[in-house]
Nanobody, 124 residues
């Protein structure tokens, strides 16, 4: 089975930074692209960032480009999301997910395993 466990969320003020971590089970972590998504109450889950299996390719949502950085350490089976210059509109539950392929994808339905999420709250 594949398990994803997020950590690193919390309550911060606008302009602050947080680093989220997602620890994954399995021995073939590098075979899969990974993504970060977020969901606020009453809203649909939205794409945040994705990274290829090798870590060489990334895509970011327009809303976070220039502020967030996705990275991965395949030796540790871990993907990270460094979030800088946080805004109140970044407030959401952040989930990491595993793609069904090595190539990056921004489509929610192409991710087959999801973590439980970690809460990020940004005050104004």
């Amino acid at each position: 089975q594949v398990q994803l466990v997020e950590s690193g969320g919390g309550l911060v003020q606008a302009g602050d930074s947080l680093r989220l971590s997602c620890a994954a089970s399995g021995r073939t972590f590098s075979n899969y692209a990974m993504g970060w998504f977020r969901q606020a109450p009453g809203k649909e889950r939205e794409f945040v960032a994705t990274i290829s299996g090798s870590g060489r390719s990334t895509i970011y949502a327009t809303a976070v480009k220039g502020r967030f950085t996705i990275s991965r350490d395949n030796a540790k089976n871990t993907v990270y999301l460094q979030m800088n210059s946080l805004k109140p509109e970044d407030t959401a539950v952040y989930h990491c997910a595993r793609s069904q392929q090595q190539a990056i994808t921004t489509t929610v339905c192409q991710y087959d395993y999801w973590g439980q999420g970690t809460q990020v709250t940004v005050s104004s």
